[in-house]
Nanobody, 128 residues
Framework: QVRLVESGGGSVQAGGSLKLSCAAS????????MGWFRQAPGKEREGIAS???????SYADSVRGRFSIYKDNAKNILYLQMNSLKADDTAMYYC??????????????????????WGQGTQVTVSS
């Protein structure tokens, strides 16, 4: 059974940093495309970062240059380092995993429909 568990959320002032973690069980993070998504109240869930085969990554324009997605395959954990946080980054953050073998273009597209496995989310609140 696949289980993804996020942690590391919290409250921070604008300009601060947080590191989110997504611990996986029953699922090998090193073999699959994985992504981070977020959903603010009243808004659709959006894909903000994905990590595909060969270490390829993609980012939404809103976070590029501030956020970094990476994996620790030995620990089977996906991370999201978030720097220079803004009030607009306030949202529930979710990690998600794909099935094995999806196309690189699909992974980089960060569509929610490409990720069947989801964590429960961790809240990030940024105060200005």
């Amino acid at each position: 059974q696949v289980r993804l568990v996020e942690s590391g959320g919290g409250s921070v002032q604008a300009g601060g940093s947080l590191k989110l973690s997504c611990a996986a069980s029953g699922y090998a993070v090193g073999d699959r495309c994985m992504g981070w998504f977020r959903q603010a109240p009243g808004k659709e869930r959006e894909g903000i970062a994905s990590f595909g085969g060969g270490g390829l990554t993609s980012y939404a324009d809103s976070v590029r240059g501030r956020f970094s997605i990476y994996k620790d395959n030995a620990k089977n954990i996906l991370y999201l380092q978030m720097n220079s946080l803004k009030a607009d980054d306030t949202a529930m953050y979710y990690c998600a995993g794909s099935v094995f073998g999806i196309a690189w273009s699909t992974c980089m597209g960060r569509s929610t429909s490409s990720f069947p496995y989801w964590g429960q989310g961790t809240q990030v609140t940024v105060s200005s």
